[in-house]
C-alpha cells in the first residue's frame, strides 16, 4: 500500500497569504494519479486537484497543483477566509490511499 | 443535479447490525463506481472499498475486509455499506463517494455523510 505523509500537520497564516501544502509518496505514484480534497468542518471533502495539477469544476485558480512521481504541491497562491480548513491528498493509481491531513488556520 | 444522498445518523450497541445507504440521483447509477471513506472523530479519511453498481464487482481494502461488506442495488440506485458484529471502534463519520468517471479516477462526488455510534 502506498502510504502518503503530508507536512506540514499544521500551517497557521493570514488571509492573504501564500500557502504550499507538501504530500510525498512512499513510491511513485502511478500515472500521476493524486488529488487533493478540502475539508471544512463538518462537511464533506470537496475535490479541488486531479491527475496532480488539473483543478476540479469550479474550483478558482488561487489553487494550483505541481509535482510528479513521489512529491507532490498543493498551493494556495492569497489565502481567502473560506480556505482555512483541513487537506488531503489522495492517491487513486494503485488502489487508494489518503495523506493524514494538512490543518490551514488563521493565524 | 447529480447527488449522493446517505441515510440518517444511527446509534447502535456493540454486536448488533446496521446497515447504511447512499442514493445517486442526477446520473446513470449503474456507469459509475461508488466507493466508502470512512472517518473517526477528529481523523482523517480512510478509504474502506468501493463497488461498480452495474455487475456488484467490489474491491475492499485489505484492512476492512471481512470486517464490513458493500453492496449495491441497482434497481433503486443505491449503494450500502454494512456491518454484522459493531464495535465501538467502528463509531465514526462515513462517507460515499463517485469518481468521476472510471475505477482509476479522483471522488469528484460526495454524499453527506453518516454518522454511526456505537456505544453500550
Known amino acids: 500500500e502506498i502510504v502518503l505523509t503530508q507536512s506540514p500537520g499544521t500551517l497557521s497564516l493570514s488571509p492573504g497569504e501564500r500557502a504550499t501544502l507538501s504530500c510525498r509518496a512512499s513510491?511513485?505514484?502511478?500515472?500521476?494519479?493524486l488529488a487533493w480534497y478540502q475539508q471544512q468542518p463538518g462537511q464533506a471533502p470537496r475535490l479541488l486537484i486531479y491527475?496532480?495539477?488539473r483543478r476540479a469544476t469550479g474550483i478558482p485558480d488561487r489553487f494550483s497543483g505541481s509535482g510528479s512521481g513521489t512529491d507532490f504541491t498543493l498551493t494556495i497562491s492569497r489565502l481567502e477566509p473560506e480556505d482555512f480548513a483541513v487537506y488531503y491528498c489522495?492517491?487513486?493509481?494503485?488502489?487508494?490511499?489518503f495523506g493524514q491531513g494538512t490543518k490551514v488556520e488563521i493565524k | 443535479e447529480v447527488q449522493l444522498v446517505q441515510s440518517g445518523a444511527e446509534v447502535k450497541k456493540p454486536g448488533e447490525s446496521l446497515k447504511i445507504s447512499c442514493k445517486g440521483s442526477?446520473?446513470?447509477?449503474?456507469?459509475?463506481?461508488i466507493a466508502w471513506v470512512r472517518q473517526m472523530p477528529g481523523k482523517g479519511l480512510e478509504w474502506m472499498g468501493i463497488?461498480?453498481?452495474?455487475?456488484?464487482?467490489?474491491r475492499y481494502r485489505p484492512s476492512f475486509q471481512g470486517q464490513v461488506t458493500i453492496s449495491a442495488d441497482r434497481s433503486i440506485s443505491t449503494a450500502y455499506l454494512q456491518w454484522s458484529n459493531l464495535k465501538a471502534s467502528d463509531t465514526a463519520m462515513y462517507y460515499c463517494?463517485?469518481?468521476?468517471?472510471?475505477?482509476?479516477?479522483?471522488?469528484?462526488?460526495w454524499g453527506q455523510g453518516t454518522m454511526v455510534t456505537v456505544s453500550s
Open positions: 463517494a463517485r469518481p468521476s468517471a472510471g475505477l482509476d479516477d479522483a471522488f469528484d462526488i
Open positions: 442526477g446520473y446513470t447509477f449503474t456507469n459509475y463506481w
Open positions: 463497488i461498480y453498481p452495474r455487475d456488484s464487482d467490489t
Open positions: 513510491q511513485s505514484v502511478s500515472s500521476n494519479l
Open positions: 491527475g496532480a495539477s
Open positions: 489522495q492517491q487513486y493509481g494503485n488502489s487508494r490511499t
